[in-house]
């Protein structure tokens, strides 16, 4: 599938006064005005990011009752037990509130995840009962989920349970009956910032119970050194849950990188050690996102999330690294299943004729695993840029988990052609459903046929956003370190792209990697050259040879080798001069300089 690229608009006038306004560079600008930043004022607060620029808690509706009732609870000496989903962002909340109880002095917490297969998403009846029985009238708090659990929180009120809830989930049309709700955008707040993870809510839970334990305003020493510390946590839940990196979120992710790359906990320390992070100069966000995020998935998708929760929370280091083994082969074996259900769905879509006029892939299959599936839908959508529902059919009910692209939301989809289903949720980014395998026909047609509609032209398109065209000898190494200060980088703060346009190769590009799918090339511009890496895009690379001329899509980066820095391109597409005009060519552009 053609991608084009669409360079974006800019106003040289703007750009030179943000860049003396906040004291930047041109091109640092140029990309901030690109992300909505368009003050000296909020320029200096996004690129500092300073911790005293979290929102207070006490504004996110419901945390003050929970947390008074969690603080009423620790003193009486009653049971806690806190209902976590099995995702990084449901594992990582659990850890850092748990952790937060027990430093408060809760001698009966505990904490309940439930099997992703055998028990499904969210909370369910069964786990409620069996809690009850082990901890009659327990203070029962959910995270990162809850807020679709309409009947579970009446089973709750039956079953002598006190029941509040804790998620950033879409709300639906009816809100569960919980003693109480805690939810960033519940109707009727005026929390700020309504983007947080189900993890950063429970962080800011934590936040406040340890206030009770303070002053009232401030947590006591103790606690206010383990909030910052649990940092890392949230900034990991963050990240892999795909929320938009910008405000609160990216003062958490900012914040936490620096400090598990500081000063790791026991359970972090063994986590990065089997994920290769421990030597690194500094902790990305993709470090979190291709490396100990998945580790963690890996629990609650093939194993017992649980697990995981016990590793990030223990002082023991030999426990801890025998746990992140587990976890480091598990994932190991999730990669495998990944594989092979990505072959059969791929092949699928073949033997169906290929894409056509799909609006979206809806696919089931009897021994999927739905615990993997959401994984290969991403997969799909990043091969064939449609919305995509990938189901697992199991002997009670299918299972299936979505994934969409960008500007359409899959939430509102699904439930526009929910009429059938057992239940779903989700936000725009990413869904689950469940239905019976005999509704899975008519739920496929009615989705597609609803994505056909609403899927516009410029939907279907594959865009590739450049932030400005920009030569090759302003990238040197003191503008590349001011561009790494926009990190960390994902949803809502993509990292900068440029292009260079009518670069040469100079010298012969040299195929690399164990499955030789990248290209290693030196572009020249003028008297520049520079270093560069286009991951997979070795296939299309062939035939490239030294003093071809080529317009070449990047992101900048800054290559370590042996102490010695220096510059390098990553290469995210690049058309070649002779090639004739295309969906691909890059659209007029003006450049921007340093």
Same mark, same amino acid.
């Given at each position: 599938?053609?991608?084009?690229?669409?360079?974006?608009?800019?106003?040289?006038?703007?750009? !030179?006064?943000?860049?003396?306004?906040?004291?930047?560079?041109?091109?640092?600008?140029?990309?901030?005005?690109?992300?909505?930043?368009?003050?000296?004022?909020?320029? *200096?607060?996004?690129?500092?990011?300073?911790?005293?620029?979290?929102?207070?808690?006490?504004?996110?509706?419901?945390?003050?009752?929970?947390?008074?009732?969690?603080? !009423?609870?620790?003193?009486?000496?009653?049971?806690?037990?806190?209902?976590?989903?099995?995702?990084?962002?449901?594992?990582?909340?659990?850890?850092?509130?748990?952790?937060?109880? +027990?430093?408060?002095?809760?001698?009966?917490?505990?904490?309940?995840?439930?099997?992703?297969?055998?028990?499904?998403?969210?909370?369910?009846?069964?786990?409620?009962? +069996?809690?009850?029985?082990?901890?009659?009238?327990?203070?029962?708090?959910?995270?990162?989920?809850?807020?679709?659990?309409?009947?579970?929180?009446?089973?709750?009120?039956?079953?002598?349970?006190?029941?509040?809830?804790?998620?950033?989930?879409?709300?639906?049309?009816?809100?569960?009956?919980?003693?109480?709700?805690?939810?960033?955008?519940?109707?009727?707040?005026?929390?700020?910032?309504?983007?947080?993870?189900?993890?950063?809510?429970?962080?800011k839970l934590a936040w406040q119970v340890c206030k009770g334990f303070g002053d009232g305003k401030k947590a006591s020493p103790h606690l206010r050194d383990y909030l910052v510390q649990s940092l890392g946590l949230v900034a990991m839940a963050t990240v892999a849950d795909v929320v938009p990196l910008?405000?609160?979120?990216?003062?958490?992710? *900012?914040?936490?990188?620096?400090?598990?790359?500081?000063?790791?906990?026991?359970?972090? +320390?063994?986590?990065?050690?089997?994920?290769?992070?421990?030597?690194?100069?500094?902790?990305?966000?993709?470090?979190?996102?291709?490396?100990?995020?998945?580790?963690?998935?890996?629990?609650?998708?093939?194993?017992?999330?649980?697990?995981?929760?016990?590793?990030?929370?223990?002082?023991?280091?030999?426990? !801890?690294?025998?746990?992140?083994?587990?976890?480091?082969?598990?994932?190991?074996?999730?990669?495998?299943?990944?594989?092979?259900?990505?072959?059969?769905?791929?092949?699928?879509? *073949?033997?169906?004729?290929?894409?056509?006029?799909?609006? !979206?892939?809806?696919?089931?299959?009897?021994?999927?695993?739905?615990?993997?599936?959401?994984?290969?839908?991403?997969?799909?959508?990043?091969?064939?840029?449609?919305?995509?529902?990938?189901?697992?059919?199991?002997?009670?009910?299918?299972?299936?988990?979505?994934?969409?692209?960008?500007?359409?939301?899959?939430?509102?989809?699904?439930?526009?052609?929910?009429?059938?289903?057992?239940?779903?949720?989700?936000?725009?980014?990413?869904?689950?459903?469940?239905?019976?395998?005999?509704?899975?026909?008519?739920?496929?047609?009615?989705?597609?046929?609803?994505?056909?509609?609403?899927?516009?032209?410029?939907?279907?398109?594959?865009?590739?956003?450049?932030?400005?065209?920009?030569?090759?000898?302003?990238?040197?190494?003191?503008?590349?370190?001011?561009?790494?200060?926009?990190?960390?980088?994902?949803?809502?703060?993509?990292?900068?792209?440029?292009?260079?346009?009518?670069?040469?190769?100079?010298?012969?590009?040299?195929?690399?990697?164990?499955?030789?799918?990248?290209?290693?090339?030196?572009?020249?511009?003028?008297?520049?050259?520079?270093?560069?890496?286009?991951?997979?895009?070795?296939? +299309?690379?062939?035939?490239?040879?030294?003093?071809?001329?080529?317009?070449?899509?990047?992101?900048?980066?800054?290559?370590?080798?042996?102490?010695?820095?220096?510059?390098?391109?990553?290469?995210?597409?690049?058309?070649?001069?002779?090639?004739?005009?295309?969906?691909?060519?890059?659209?007029?552009?003006?450049?921007?300089?340093?």
């Amino acid at each position: 599938m053609a991608t084009r690229w669409r360079v974006q608009p800019f106003d040289r006038d703007r750009i !030179a006064e943000l860049s003396r306004g906040a004291g930047i560079s041109p091109l640092a600008a140029h990309v901030l005005l690109n992300r909505g930043v368009t003050d000296a004022a909020s320029a *200096r607060a996004f690129l500092d990011a300073r911790l005293n620029g979290l929102n207070d808690p006490e504004g996110i509706p419901g945390v003050v009752d929970a947390a008074d009732r969690l603080v !009423a609870a620790i003193r009486r000496d009653r049971s806690i037990v806190i209902y976590g989903d099995y995702d990084v962002d449901g594992v990582c909340g659990v850890s850092v509130l748990w952790a937060a109880l +027990k430093l408060a002095g809760a001698k009966r917490v505990d904490y309940y995840i439930p099997h992703r297969v055998q028990e499904g998403y969210g909370v369910n009846p069964e786990a409620l009962r +069996k809690i009850a029985a082990d901890h009659p009238g327990a203070l029962v708090v959910t995270v990162d989920c809850g807020i679709s659990a309409v009947a579970e929180a009446l089973l709750a009120r039956e079953l002598g349970l006190e029941f509040v809830v804790t998620d950033h989930h879409t709300i639906g049309s009816e809100l569960p009956a919980a003693d109480v709700l805690v939810h960033p955008r519940l109707p009727g707040g005026s929390y700020p910032f309504g983007d947080l993870c189900g993890a950063a809510v429970a962080f800011k839970l934590a936040w406040q119970v340890c206030k009770g334990f303070g002053d009232g305003k401030k947590a006591s020493p103790h606690l206010r050194d383990y909030l910052v510390q649990s940092l890392g946590l949230v900034a990991m839940a963050t990240v892999a849950d795909v929320v938009p990196l910008r405000e609160e979120n990216r003062i958490l992710v *900012r914040h936490g990188l620096a400090g598990v790359h500081g000063a790791p906990t026991v359970g972090m +320390k063994a986590l990065m050690r089997v994920a290769k992070c421990l030597d690194k100069r500094k902790l990305t966000a993709g470090n979190i996102g291709f490396g100990l995020a998945p580790r963690i998935n890996a629990a609650g998708r093939l194993e017992r999330a649980m697990r995981a929760v016990e590793m990030l929370t223990t002082d023991d280091a030999t426990l !801890a690294e025998r746990i992140a083994d587990e976890l480091d082969e598990v994932n190991r074996r999730r990669q495998e299943v990944e594989r092979e259900i990505f072959r059969q769905a791929t092949e699928q879509i *073949r033997s169906e004729g290929g894409l056509n006029d799909r609006g !979206a892939i809806v696919l089931g299959r009897q021994g999927w695993h739905p615990g993997v599936i959401g994984i290969v839908a991403s997969r799909m959508v990043e091969t064939y840029h449609r919305p995509t529902i990938l189901v697992a059919f199991g002997e009670e009910f299918a299972q299936g988990s979505g994934r969409s692209i960008p500007g359409f939301n899959l939430y509102d989809a699904i439930h526009q052609c929910s009429e059938g289903l057992i239940g779903f949720g989700g936000h725009s980014a990413a869904a689950g459903v469940r239905m019976s395998a005999d509704h899975f026909p008519v739920f496929a047609e009615r989705f597609d046929a609803r994505c056909r509609g609403l899927m516009t032209p410029e939907l279907r398109e594959r865009v590739l956003n450049i932030d400005a065209e920009v030569p090759l000898a302003t990238l040197d190494l003191r503008t590349v370190e001011e561009l790494e200060k926009l990190e960390p980088h994902g949803m809502g703060n993509p990292r900068p792209v440029f292009l260079a346009s009518r670069a040469r190769v100079v010298g012969e590009p040299r195929v690399v990697g164990a499955d030789q799918k990248h290209l290693q090339l030196k572009l020249g511009q003028g008297n520049a050259v520079v270093k560069a890496i286009a991951w997979g895009l070795a296939e +299309k690379g062939k035939g490239l040879a030294h003093d071809a001329e080529l317009d070449a899509v990047f992101s900048p980066s800054i290559n370590e080798w042996n102490g010695y820095r220096s510059v390098q391109l990553e290469i995210k597409d690049f058309l070649v001069a002779d090639v004739p005009a295309s969906a691909a060519a890059p659209a007029t552009v003006a450049a921007v300089g340093a």
